[in-house]
């Protein structure tokens, strides 16, 4: 019934009035289970410009990103949830990562490649990037205070709604999110 509630509500939100899309703030209502976690702002939030690495030594920013919608992963090789989560980060990649959305992957702690190459490896992960923040600074700097969190982020670049903890990024509530999210972008 909530599978149907959740369809039938995402189809009203995509064909509202005058064709518009729902704005986050009506894809709030769309948020069951783990995603209840899924806390959107009432207004985009500027975003850090500190710098992370990719495993080749490559640096990067957020904004490199900019033009899509993406889903910032926060997450630590130590940490038991984001092991739990990150299949289903991937699944959410594999299904609907293209020129609208993205999923990144940050680890964020002293772990070394190999051992974040090894939990990969565990959790049969094969589609998420690879990314670096082993200072910890982009972490702090965007308020990232336990593991995992999961950030979105507009086309614009900019924050619009955080979740703390892990949850099922595969499931039907985030995936009527996320499909509506890249309906926004269209």
């Known amino acids: 019934m909530r599978l149907l509630r959740s369809v039938v509500l995402y189809t009203a939100l995509a064909l509202g009035a005058n064709g518009a899309f729902a704005q986050t ?11 209840k976690k899924l806390i959107f702002h009432t207004e985009p939030k500027d975003v850090s410009q500190v710098t992370f690495s ?11 990103w900019q033009g899509k919608y993406i889903a ?3 997450w ?6 984001c092991r739990k989560e990150m299949p289903s980060l991937q699944q959410l990649q594999d299904t609907y990562g293209g020129d609208d959305f993205e999923v990144v992957t940050i680890a964020t702690s002293r772990s070394k490649l190999p ?28 308020a990232v205070l336990g593991l995992p969190i999961t950030i979105i982020l507009n086309p614009e670049g900019q924050e619009i709604a955080r979740l703390r903890g892990d949850a099922e990024w595969f499931s039907n509530s985030a995936q009527a999110i996320i499909a509506g999210l890249i309906a926004q972008a269209e």
Not at 25 to 35: F, Q, Y
Not at 55 to 61: A, E, F, K, L, Y
Not at 76 to 81: E, N, S, Y
């Open 115 to 142: 051992a974040i190459q090894r939990f990969f490896d565990d959790v049969e992960i094969t589609s998420l990037p690879i990314l670096m923040d082993p200072k910890m600074e982009l972490a702090r700097d965007m």
């Open 54 to 64: 990719d495993p080749d030594g490559g640096v990067h920013q957020l904004a490199d």
């Open 72 to 74: 910032v992963n926060f």
């Open 76 to 81: 630590a090789t130590w940490c038991a949830p």
């Open 25 to 35: 703030a009506d894809l709030a209502a769309l948020r069951e289970g783990t995603m």
